[in-house]
């Protein structure tokens, strides 16, 4: 027989505890929305900068090798050497990117080997054949002749890392930048000292310096687009000694993954 008294009692009860629970909650919440708002307080927490890992070993740029014999492309200016730092001879046929009345192009040109005496500082004179002064010249790469944008040349634009640590270009509407990082008062080099370039997000160690150095410094000499491929390439000195040059050319058509620019040739020599 069916009791339907006793259903209603307990629909009745369950009614009764659903309403007095929800009235503790809102008896809570009321409670809660008393408090005042600065009683309560962010945690403020300190950003912490990870430094960046720079080592000799991860720069792109190796001191102990001779770029000279070692790659393929070769890479020269013209001037006055001593007759080992300059072992080529006149005829040979290279590439000189040379300053114009309109800009700047790369062209073939053959050079001019001029030796003197043994006993001479400065005993070989390099020289070209074709009108007008040259930049630098390369030899036995894929370049072909072209013009070259250029954003910076030496001569003409004037730039020390000693006076500014960092050089900044604009290129087809990407930027890049050219910093030196751990100097001495007065911009000279240490140990510790790195060059490093960034651009898109990516940061590459172009030069590190493990123990200190006799005054050297490094130098931007050129930067432009000489591969022809819408991205910035370097000229660079990055000499270890005041006495000593090691211009060293960096293509982005030789870069590697996670590179920007690739080391595609250079040479090093001593003064006197």
Not at 86 to 93: H, I, L, S, V
Not at 124 to 140: A, H, N, P, Q, Y
Not at 167 to 189: A, C, D, H, P, T
Request: glycine share 8%; hydrophobic share 40%; aromatic share 12%.
């Amino acid at each position: 027989m069916k009791r339907p008294f006793l259903n209603t009692g307990m629909f009745l009860l369950a009614f009764l505890i659903g309403s007095s629970v929800v009235l503790v909650c809102l008896s809570a919440l009321e409670e809660f929305e008393k408090f005042s708002p600065p009683a309560i307080v962010a945690v403020q927490t300190e950003q912490v900068e990870i430094p960046s890992f720079v080592t000799d070993i991860n720069a792109t740029f190796d001191p102990t090798i001779d770029y000279e014999k070692s790659l393929r492309t070769k890479l020269i200016t013209t001037g006055d050497f001593h007759a080992e730092d300059a072992p080529y001879w006149t005829g040979e046929k290279w590439l000189g990117l040379f300053r114009t009345t309109s800009g700047y192009e790369l062209a073939p040109t053959e050079i001019d080997v001029k030796r003197g005496r043994k006993d001479e500082l400065f005993s070989t004179t390099v020289s070209t054949r074709r009108t007008g002064e040259s930049v630098f010249l390369i030899r036995d790469s894929k370049l072909v002749p072209s013009q070259v944008e250029t954003v910076f040349d030496e001569r003409v634009d004037g730039f020390s890392f000693q006076d500014e640590q960092s050089k900044s270009f604009v290129f087809k509407g990407i930027q890049y930048v050219l910093r030196v990082e751990n100097v001495q008062k007065g911009g000279y080099l240490q140990a510790g000292s790195a060059l490093t370039l960034e651009t898109g997000g990516k940061r590459q160690i172009m030069r590190f310096l493990p123990k200190n150095c006799d005054d050297c410094s490094w130098s931007l000499n050129w930067a432009g687009d000489l591969d022809s491929d819408g991205k910035l390439d370097f000229l660079l000195d990055l000499a270890g000694h005041y006495n000593a040059y090691s211009p060293t050319l960096f293509l982005s058509s030789h870069a590697k993954r996670d590179e920007i620019v690739g080391l595609a040739a250079g040479y090093s020599g001593v003064g006197c």
